[in-house]
């Protein structure tokens, strides 16, 4: 795979990812469901707060903002699904793999453009809701109750953006193996709320501890989520929750790239 | 220059290019022809490095198409008119291919003026466009890296009479050039006026190879008509020198095997009167049809 060959295919990538309008859709899909569910979140995190009455609580603006990726990613993985399954839909894979007939130079530029697009847009929505979150509460009826401690925000900015980013990183490896909108979505859903949920439901300890290490919950772990969603703590680390993320992207891309190799396009 | 080397796909139990071996040269147009279903798509995409073949070898200028480095500035393909993404614009759709190929981003402008798509045709979104502009849009591209080599599946389709026209110069004036032009076509007609040379494949399998000219004249209709009230002799006398010859009529003879001049100098020796003498030559339609007469893959009433 030479350097050149990647630059300049990763450069197509680039103009095809911002000349569909669909992409502009997505964006702004994540921006208003981001500011939604993060504002929702925080006010009823507000409102528990002062019917509790408990002493010293603060919440932190960027904490629904992690809390929504759960939500937000899915307008994500149309973006990230659409970049790769629309040129299965209209054939436009073969005028793709003969101007670039590496298959591996063809998914890594995708990923080159997809998944720092994905992480700008976690940091640049996240921080538009932050102040959203922060402006809401600080009226009055809210009780005062949020903080904005700026190294933290930051931080948990940029994980938010890293998670959208592997997320999608996975979605185009599922969308190369399956070569269509339909069965990305499926697997994609499956893999970030379906089977975990399901798996949960079941009760198993062994089952619930890989359930939380699929991807939604994982990156929850990794952007400093304390609590899992059955409100118990997080069993392991932010790190490992990174790690996590990276192989699931790993796997997915690997299957992705097998598929395209061998088959015919 | 494309070298096709004993190239072979199988699909589950069905050989849809068997054992095709041919040398496409630069400089001429070469017409690629076969009944629906006859592998010609499937052979234009693996030249392409797009379908994997079961055995054999395409070599574009010696090498495999994935190894070709811009493979765009080395060969133009046409291969699905309708292939853009709908939502985004010709000129979209050209300068991401530019890009993927180091290919000068004038260029799109340059080829969008060629096939005619400058201006607002080309800020359309490609699924707004009518067929026969979306083939203009796929000749465009196809034109971008000025390659040596250009393969076309079908241009004319979808294209009005001054489009066809406009193809079939395009094609000659490409060959002229110097470059490798590979067209396939269902327009016998078209063909006939377009290529210089004709590859022909039936089942997958290469039914001829050969200069137009030479298609045309093997054909059994292709052949000289006499007219003479000594029919009979010059039949005879025409026999003797081992061509063949029918007798439609009481004073017509139709002879095949020699060229006109051959014929006419045979009955100036043998002292015949002639009424009429003219060369008969049968359309590349019906040579083509006798070519493949074994091999029509969904031939229908047959």
């Not at chain 1, 994905?118 to 009226?139: C, D, K, P, R």
């Not at chain 1, 089952?207 to 059955?230: E, K, Q, V, Y």
């Amino acid at each position: 795979m030479s350097a050149r060959g990647l630059w300049q295919a990763a450069g197509a990538e680039w103009v095809k990812l911002w000349s569909v309008r669909s992409t502009w859709w997505c964006l702004a899909g994540a921006l208003a469901l981001t500011v939604l569910t993060s504002v929702t979140l925080a006010v009823d995190a507000a409102t528990g707060a002062l019917r509790d009455g408990t002493p010293g609580v603060r919440i932190s603006a960027a904490e629904p903002v992690v809390s929504a990726t759960s939500f937000v990613q899915f307008a994500l993985v149309a973006l990230a699904m659409l970049a790769i399954t629309s040129e299965y839909a209209s054939g436009g894979i073969r005028t793709t793999l003969a101007a670039t007939p590496a298959r591996g130079v063809v998914l890594a530029a995708k990923a080159l453009v997809v998944g720092p697009v994905m992480l700008a847009t976690g940091v640049l929505t996240g921080a538009l809701t932050v102040a959203a979150v922060y402006a809401v509460l600080s009226l009055d009826v809210f009780g005062g109750f949020v903080v904005l401690p700026a190294g933290q925000v930051a931080l948990d900015l940029l994980r938010t953006g890293v998670f959208y980013a592997l997320v999608a990183v996975m979605t185009l490896g599922v969308g190369a193996a399956t070569r269509s909108a339909a069965g990305t979505l499926t697997v994609v859903f499956l893999l970030l709320m379906g089977l975990p949920l399901m798996i949960l439901m079941t009760g198993s300890q062994v089952l619930a501890d890989l359930s939380l290490r699929m991807p939604t919950f994982a990156g929850l772990a990794f952007m400093g989520s304390a609590r899992n969603i059955t409100g118990g703590p997080m069993p392991y680390s932010p790190g490992e929750g990174l790690v996590w993320l990276l192989v699931w992207a790993a796997v997915a891309v690997a299957v992705g790239h097998a598929v395209l190799r061998r088959r015919d396009a | 220059m494309i070298s096709l080397n004993a190239l072979s796909k199988r699909y589950g139990d069905r050989l849809a290019v068997d054992d095709l071996t041919l040398d496409l040269k630069p400089g001429r147009v070469t017409g690629f022809l076969g009944p629906n279903g006859a592998g010609k798509s499937t052979t234009m995409r693996m030249v392409l490095g797009l379908d994997h073949p079961t055995s054999g070898t395409a070599l574009v200028g010696g090498r495999p198409y994935r190894r070709l480095r811009d493979p765009l500035r080395a060969v133009g393909a046409l291969l699905d008119a309708r292939a853009a993404h709908p939502g985004r614009s010709g000129h979209a759709h050209l300068t991401a291919l530019a890009r993927s190929n180091g290919i000068p981003r004038r260029r799109v402008d340059e080829v969008l003026e060629t096939v005619g798509l400058a201006g607002a045709p080309a800020r359309k979104r490609a699924g707004t466009l009518s067929l026969g502009m979306s083939q203009r849009l796929g000749i465009a591209a196809a034109l971008l890296g000025d390659p040596g080599v250009l393969m076309f599946d079908e241009p004319v389709n979808g294209l009005d009479p001054d489009g066809v026209r406009w193809v079939r110069g395009l094609m000659r004036a490409l060959a002229g050039e110097g470059r490798t032009v590979f067209v396939s076509s269902h327009l016998m007609s078209e063909m006939q006026l377009t290529a210089d040379h004709l590859v022909v494949i039936g089942r997958g399998r290469l039914i001829a190879d050969a200069p137009l000219a030479d298609v045309l004249a093997g054909s059994s209709l292709t052949g000289v008509l006499v007219r003479t009230p000594h029919a009979g002799d010059l039949a005879e006398r025409l026999r003797a020198d081992g061509m063949s010859v029918s007798r439609p009529g009481e004073n017509e003879l139709e002879v095949t095997g020699a060229p006109v001049e051959r014929v006419g100098d045979l009955a100036h020796e043998a002292g015949i009167r002639l009424h009429e003498l003219r060369a008969k030559e049968a359309s590349l339609e019906q040579a083509y049809q006798e070519l493949t007469a074994g091999s029509v893959e969904y031939g229908a009433g047959r």
